[in-house]
């Protein structure tokens, strides 16, 4: 730009006149305008501005300011309607007086227009990315913060890259651009669980920076297995009549509507309803080979997705044998019926030809605890089943058991010895004192069995045993009964022979 002053041109020529008419006025631009300039008032810093001057004079002219520095600079001929001069403001706030001159002869030829250049750059930041993302890969974020008003200033600093809690995700350092008045950073960010992610960047200006701070309106990314608003899951190979279950997952999960199944774009399924974001349908192959199933969803509001999936279907596999032991007793059958008596407690050995684990369930009064079976009653009954999911070239199978539940055995811990000979006089203890009942919670009722009397005795002392004396040489036979409980437990009976020596 040229440094002139104008001026002094102007000075001198009116100091002349002043002489001669004997009185010195000092004149402004405006006096000898020969059109009128417009053009803004006020500015950013390293902003583009544009001034306008109608009817110009043929010639070399200039925009400049009362120090004589030159803006713009323009060259009309004889007759143009309109000159424009346009530049951009300094980098540094001031106050500039602006106004048209002559090149060559500095005689101004507008008026005056003041320009205020402020010193503060308002920001606008956003952020943006795709919005689906596939789990497991990665997508560019980008965050760009741009000078208000044109200026072309551009924001030093840094951005801080957030979630919906304030979460702080990075912070990158600023770099010139894309355009003018711009700096931008940008991340690459990887998804792992499918959901709805949302990001939000700060502008943080550096020190010295004129630029203000600003925060984006969040934008969110929603991630599936699929990169898409809906995606099904079925298993890589399916076989042919076997029944599978195909589940297609919707995103968001709070989305209103209903999902279809396609096989090779024929509809397979009617319209099912979304619920927490998936809809299920429970399929039979019935053609084998490459096939594509396909799922898509309308929701109430008018939104829609599909997505499809190639999968094989193999021909129709041999069902897994399940193989089920009750230990001490043996195999059970698939569709047998067994009685278990009250208080059974085992746990099944069980395989597969697949290789698979075998889950027990039972619908009953019976208990489940993995393979371990245990019974609570002694009437009713329990269904209980075994479901190998195949595997390894075989199909998944369920068998199924019903079980009788009978009266179980009562038992006891008793202190009574075994039969066998003692001699005369001998006290054995039969029953402890304060000795449990059966497992039934019946008490014991001890007995000698006829012609057994004079040979032994029933002692009951003080400390609540219960005793048998030997009072001679002979055979006695003792017997302990506890009653039945009716349709639970069996009656308990226990018998002894002593014989005195």
Request: proline share 7%; with cysteine.
């Amino acid at each position: 730009m040229k440094n002139r002053s104008p001026w002094r041109v102007l000075s001198t020529a009116v100091a002349t006149v002043a002489l001669i008419g004997g009185a010195l006025t000092v004149a402004t631009p405006a006096a000898h305008a020969v059109g009128t300039l417009t053009g803004p008032t006020s500015a950013n810093v390293s902003q583009q501005v544009t001034y306008t001057l109608p009817s110009p004079p043929a010639g070399n002219l200039v925009l400049e300011d009362s120090n004589g520095q030159g803006y713009a600079y323009q060259s009309v001929g004889i007759g143009d309607p309109t000159v424009y001069f346009t530049f951009v403001t300094s980098s540094n706030a001031q106050a500039l007086n602006l106004f048209v001159a002559d090149q060559n002869t500095g005689a101004v030829l507008s008026n005056a227009v003041s320009l205020t250049i402020g010193g503060v750059v308002a920001t606008t930041t956003v952020i943006s990315a795709p919005n689906m993302a596939t789990l497991g890969q990665s997508i560019t974020i980008t965050a760009t913060v741009t000078s208000a008003g044109g200026s072309q200033y551009n924001p030093p600093g840094q951005v801080r890259i957030t979630d919906a809690n304030n979460a702080t995700i990075t912070t990158m350092g600023l770099t010139n651009g894309p355009g003018a008045g711009q700096s931008f950073a940008y991340f690459r960010w990887t998804p792992q669980i499918a959901g709805t992610y949302f990001f939000i960047a700060t502008y943080v200006p550096s020190n010295g920076s004129l630029a203000t701070v600003s925060t984006s309106i969040q934008d969110s990314v929603i991630a599936t297995p699929s990169g898409n608003t809906i995606s099904i899951s079925a298993p890589p190979t399916l076989s042919l009549g076997t029944p599978v279950t195909l589940v297609a997952t919707v995103y968001p999960s709070n989305v209103a509507g209903s999902v279809g199944f396609t096989v090779n774009g024929a509809p397979i399924s009617a319209s099912i309803p979304i619920s927490n974001g998936t809809a299920s349908f429970t399929w039979s192959p019935n053609v084998a080979g490459q096939i594509t199933l396909g799922a898509s969803y309308t929701t109430n509001t008018g939104g829609s997705g599909s997505t499809s999936e190639v999968v094989t279907v193999s021909p129709p596999r041999s069902p897994d044998v399940i193989t089920l032991i009750q230990p001490g007793w043996g195999q059970w059958a698939n569709g047998g019926s067994y009685n278990m008596g009250n208080g059974s407690n085992f746990a099944f050995q069980a395989s597969t030809l697949s290789g698979a684990p075998v889950t027990l369930s039972e619908n009953g009064p019976c208990q489940i605890a993995g393979l371990t079976l245990s019974v609570n009653s002694g009437s009713g009954n329990c269904s209980m089943k075994a479901v190998s999911t195949g595997g390894n070239g075989y199909a998944g199978v369920t068998y199924n058991y019903n079980i009788n539940l009978v009266p179980g055995t009562q038992t006891a811990s008793i202190a009574a010895p075994p039969s066998g000979r003692f001699k005369v006089g001998r006290v054995l203890v039969l029953e402890s004192p304060n000795a449990s009942d059966t497992n039934a919670g019946q008490n014991i009722n001890w007995v000698i069995k006829k012609g057994g009397k004079k040979y032994c005795a029933l002692l009951y002392p003080s400390t609540g045993a219960v005793t048998l004396r030997i009072k001679k040489k002979g055979t006695c036979t003792v017997v302990g009964n506890a009653p039945g409980v009716s349709g639970q437990w069996q009656p308990f009976q226990t018998a002894r022979n002593y014989t005195g020596r």
